[in-house]
């Protein structure tokens, strides 16, 4: 997901020179990215970032400070990582309105495409989690050795509108990881459901010579099992196609608009509806399987633990329902254009 963020940004608004260095490895998926927002007193108040950068001659820029919670920020399964990365000019006012984004790789990449030096991004840390254990998440640090160098992306100033296009594709995509989840978790309880034998059924319950039956014969598991399949199939979708159409397909009827408008408000609602969701049908799904549930022999624990971060990364759902609140519906006197933002047009690459 981010991989793919990370090479859209860099083809659309980055230099040739940028495309050709990191865009070839990007899509193919021989090199990784990531996203690098938050700090340690900057978490939801993105705002409050202090990573430095400071313009040099040869036109690039050194970048110093540390970013937390970074989504596999460090790992050995490509050779290089390119990390899109939010910061500070010198001189920059305070706020949101002050960021820059830049492209800083893991590793230098020479001219001809070949890899060089280190560029000075060290991970200092990585968290131990509650769930997604097969995801790093990393502290990294840049620049502590005054040795990081990174690459502008856009102008100056206008990092947090173009970080926009990477975070509410995101959000889509998060919705749908939760949506999975939820589909998976519901896949497994069933096969058990209708696997598992206890008790008799209950019209024949003080029948004690009656055989035991399934469990999804009782009468609450299917009407969990039928919930939990409406939520997922329902959520799944409508996510997959918001994911895959959302730069160029339009919404018919009257006053037809591209899709990609009107996402841009109803993202953060599809994230926190389909990801809430989701942590309920795990909910649902672990009690199906009783104190088996609880235990590590079956997967609903984890399918439990690997759903909660859907509601908490790429901003919290409290979060995005006060950004809507607050920002997105009074925009325009709240009329519907009130659930799109202005989105820079991209600048032609020089």
């Known amino acids: 997901m981010l991989t793919r963020g990370a090479s859209y940004l860099i083809d659309m608004f980055g230099t040739n020179e940028m495309k050709e260095l990191f865009c070839r490895k990007l899509y193919s998926g021989e090199w990784t990215g990531t996203m690098c927002l938050t700090e340690a007193q900057a978490g939801s108040d993105v705002g409050a970032s202090r990573a430095r950068a400071v313009k040099q001659p040869n036109g690039r820029y050194l970048i110093q400070g540390e970013k937390i919670f970074i989504t596999s920020g460090d790992h050995d ?24 984004l830049f492209v800083v790789p893991k590793v230098r990449v020479n001219p001809d495409g070949s890899l060089g030096a280190p560029n000075d991004v060290a991970c200092s840390r990585i968290e131990e989690k509650l769930g ?17 160098e990174g690459f502008l ?23 749908l990881q939760g ?5 998976a978790s519901h896949q497994a309880a069933t096969e058990y459901a209708r696997t598992r034998l206890q008790s008799r059924n209950w019209m024949k319950i003080k029948e004690h010579g009656a055989p035991q039956v399934p469990i999804i014969e009782h009468p609450d598991v299917p009407a969990c099992s039928s919930h939990r399949a409406r939520t997922s199939r329902r959520c799944a979708p409508a996510h997959a196609d918001l994911v895959l159409h959302r730069q160029d397909t339009h919404h018919g009827g ?49 399918y439990l633990r690997d759903a909660k971060i859907a509601s908490i990364y790429e901003g919290t759902n409290g979060i995005q329902a006060l950004d809507l609140v607050a920002r997105k ?14 989105a820079p047009r991209p600048r032609s690459s020089g």
């Open 179 to 183: 949506a999975a989840i939820a589909a």
């Open 132 to 148: 997604i254990h097969g995801s790093p998440t990393c502290v990294l640090v840049f620049g502590g050795n005054d040795a990081c």
């Open 254 to 302: 009257r006053g037809a608009r591209p899709l990609s408008e009107l996402c841009r408000g109803p993202h953060a609602n599809l994230q926190a509806w389909a990801s809430d969701w989701a942590f309920r049908v795990c909910e649902w799904c672990l009690q199906v399987y009783g104190g088996y549930g609880y235990t590590k022999e079956y997967p609903a624990e984890q």
């Open 77 to 100: 399964l490509t050779d290089n990582i390119i990390h899109t990365v939010l910061a500070r000019t010198p001189g920059a006012p305070e706020g949101t309105g002050g960021l820059s």
């Open 329 to 342: 519906l009074p925009a325009k006197g709240g009329g519907r254009s009130a659930i799109s933002w202005a």
């Open 153 to 175: 992306l856009g102008e100056e100033l206008h990092g947090m509108k173009l970080m926009f296009y990477m975070m509410n594709a995101a959000r889509i995509e998060v919705g």
